[in-house]
């Protein structure tokens, strides 16, 4: 395509014709950083010979920047939310799955179920509604393959006791929430990240000074960034656990009791636990009383879940999971209307603190005797030991 259209590094770092495609790069790249879900696949037009160079150069643009910002921890955000991306793609475009599947997979086949639901072409964009989307196929994948990917995966729906294999493949059956393209997809994005990530770590090395300079200003945007994440991050490690909110606590508590917390509240313990920074030693302790603990496999899952840097889930699903244990006037912080995630009870109890301890500093600051005034009878100002002298005598 570089060939085609003659585009060359100069033309992609300062040419006016690829301005566009440095646009949607830096877009790519502040939504690695900033969007829970990767990069967004909205704005990115695939359906025009001008959309699809746009498309394809932003993302040469974006790995340009991300390997001369010379942050291996960027890079795998970055890899990570350009995979999210491809997969919410592949979900629905069942046109190029399979091409895209044979690529990346060595053992793959498909075959059409009787009475396929039907769907409407074009791509969606509501990750959750587009995993639901049956298509009518029913895709089977090696064995081998398989095993690869995935223990990078958690759930237990992608556990190999709980797959059924036929002459060496594993079937991808289709369930009402999840249908068997979309578990192609969720597959493919393990391995798209992988290369991804690897390809952009070997051409770190190849990043001239020359280079480094001309994207100066877009690598400065993301040390930006990822220096103002830092912030934050510290901020929330300060949290000691009279900041931690009810639903940790209550998780914490439960755990303790011997009480068999359910999936959805272990995982946002260890959520929590990994963005506190907490040690990971202590995320595994927390579960050690937990009826079915396992040192070893719960040390494997809370590795993964700190590698992967899962964010916490916010109040609305601890609700719906039964993990909250607040009700209405339990807790006045948490009935305030702004308060849907656990972080901003963190933040906003250590805002309170700090506040409250810039009053009580300022409080002893003015109380401190003014220089000139300690020759005056500290008793006349304390009617109780005035009192008391005052019988002694």
Known sequence: MAGQHQID?????????????????RLRLVDSLESKEGVTVVGGDIFTEEGRLTEAFSFYYAR???????????????????AERAERILTSDKDNLERIARTYISEISKTIEAGPTATRPGLRFNQKSARQIQDGLLWKIGLS????ICPKITGSRWRLSNCKVVNGQVILFNEQQYSSSAKLARLLREKIKRDIEQEALKKMNDITTDLAVR???????????????????????????????????????ELENGVNVNHFGRLFLASMSATLALPKESCVGFFNGAPDFDESTTTYQVNH???????????????????????PGDDRLCDISWMDHPLKYIRATQRWKAKNQQVEQTTRQDDEPISGETSVDSTQNNPVESNGNNQNN
């Open 9 to 25: 590094l100069d033309e992609l770092l300062e040419g006016q014709w690829m301005e566009k495609s440095r646009q949607r790069a």
């Open 64 to 82: 340009l920047v991300a390997c001369s910002s010379e942050d291996e921890r960027f890079v795998a955000r970055w890899a990570q939310a350009e």
């Open 145 to 148: 393959d398989y095993i690869e």
């Open 215 to 253: 994207l100066a200003e877009p690598v400065g945007m993301i040390r930006n960034l990822m220096a103002n994440k830092a912030s934050e991050a510290i901020a929330l490690v300060g949290a000691d656990e009279n900041d931690w909110p009810p639903c940790m606590r209550k998780i914490v508590a």
């Open 305 to 327: 879940i700190y590698e992967h840097a899962y964010t916490p889930s916010g109040c609305g699903k601890l609700k719906l999971n039964h993990n909250c244990p607040v009700l």
